[in-house]
């Protein structure tokens, strides 16, 4: 592997850069985002990066595309949200393979036993085991009546496909599915205010609920701490509450932007100098708002390599999937053989 990656790197016309993006190491039973690693498989894809010799830091790869200067090929490491797990698990792994990460963090969530408004809504919708047949709710501009017929009760069997879904990717297996999607799509641009009214609807709706496990819980400010002050890691800005940016006001953006890179470095002492742009989403306006709130360099979740003629402000990631480290491997390979 490790003379592979060097001769795919040597034979590009240009110096190019790779960075991962991860969300999750950890074990678990439903994935429907596509977002989680185990910790076994996130150790097969280290091993493979080590053979590499090319994993640099995020802020010094950011520095060189500040600089125009990104002279030879790179790989840095990146994590969104800030679940407990990426101290927990992916942090002692992280170490054992000397690989530095970033890891982007939505501020409001930490120290919260709360779990991210995505996540409880799917506890609610698609692991609830006996919900009523009907629901109606108005969210903005849009009215939802739905009725769950036979789902309305989750027997195993529904729970599995449930569970097997992948909403990236394929089209609701199950009435509960379809709900959970149209719910998720209506939620997402909202301000977190509005969001939360509407969760406690649905929760009121649902019925009893049980507690945030602890796998969905997010990261504390001592663990936070703990890694900003380690030679390996630093903390970048995922904003205050996860806001799809381009659904909002400049001022929204940048109120938002700030305030995420405030309390995170309240909580380190640090300068945060990166962001990342919840699901990726951005338009003009938020490329200024990150200019205009002296961020070094910000990120997208679209799939391209970086290059010297990169925007800083909209740099590119690629999203590491649960595989085992000769998956990983071919994916490397076809990434890295792109042209840009």
């Known amino acids: 592997m490790k003379n592979l990656l060097r001769h795919i790197f040597r034979n590009g016309k240009e110096p190019k850069a790779l960075v991962l993006m991860y969300h999750r190491v950890v074990e678990t039973d439903t994935d429907i985002w596509d977002i989680a690693v185990s910790p076994s498989n996130f150790e097969q894809q280290l091993q493979i990066l080590q053979e590499s010799d090319n994993v640099i830091s995020l802020a010094e790869l ?5 600089q125009r200067n990104i002279n030879k090929n790179y790989i840095a490491i990146t994590f969104d949200d800030g679940y407990s797990d990426n101290y927990i698990s992916a942090k002692p792994l992280l170490e054992k393979y000397d690989m530095p990460a970033t890891f982007f963090i ?5 120290d919260k036993d709360d ?3 995505w996540d409880e809504l799917e506890l609610l919708i698609l692991h609830s085991k006996h919900l009523p047949s009907s629901f109606f709710m108005a969210i ?3 009215s939802i009546e739905f ?4 789902d309305a009760q989750l027997t195993d069997e529904q729970s599995k496909v449930n569970a097997a879904w992948k909403a990236c990717d394929e089209a609701p297996p199950s009435r509960r599915c379809a709900l959970f999607l149209r719910l998720w799509q209506c939620l997402k641009p909202l301000p977190q205010e509005e969001q939360q009214q509407h969760l406690v609807k649905i929760r009121n709706w649902a019925g009893a609920v049980d507690p945030t496990p602890e796998a969905l819980k997010s990261i504390t400010a001592e663990q936070l701490k703990i890694m900003s002050n380690h030679k390996l890691f630093d903390i970048g800005a995922h904003t205050l509450s996860h806001p799809a940016l381009a659904s909002h006001s ?3 953006q940048k109120q938002e932007i700030l305030g995420s890179k405030s309390d995170l470095h309240a909580i380190t002492g640090r300068e945060i100098s990166l962001l990342a742009y919840p699901y990726g989403n951005y338009n003009a306006e938020t490329l200024k708002a990150a200019a205009e709130t002296n961020f070094e360099a910000a990120f997208t979740t679209e799939e391209k390599l970086v290059t010297n003629k990169s925007n800083r402000y909209a740099l590119a990631r690629y999203q590491v999937k649960n595989w085992t480290g000769s998956e990983f491997n071919g994916y490397l390979q076809q ?3 792109k042209s840009k």
């Open 335 to 337: 990434w890295l053989s």
């Open 106 to 110: 939505t501020s409001s969530n930490v």
């Open 115 to 117: 779990a991210f408004w």
């Open 62 to 66: 950011a520095k060189k595309v500040v």
């Open 250 to 252: 400049l001022g929204y």
């Open 140 to 142: 903005g501009e849009d």
């Open 147 to 150: 009725d769950l017929l036979e």
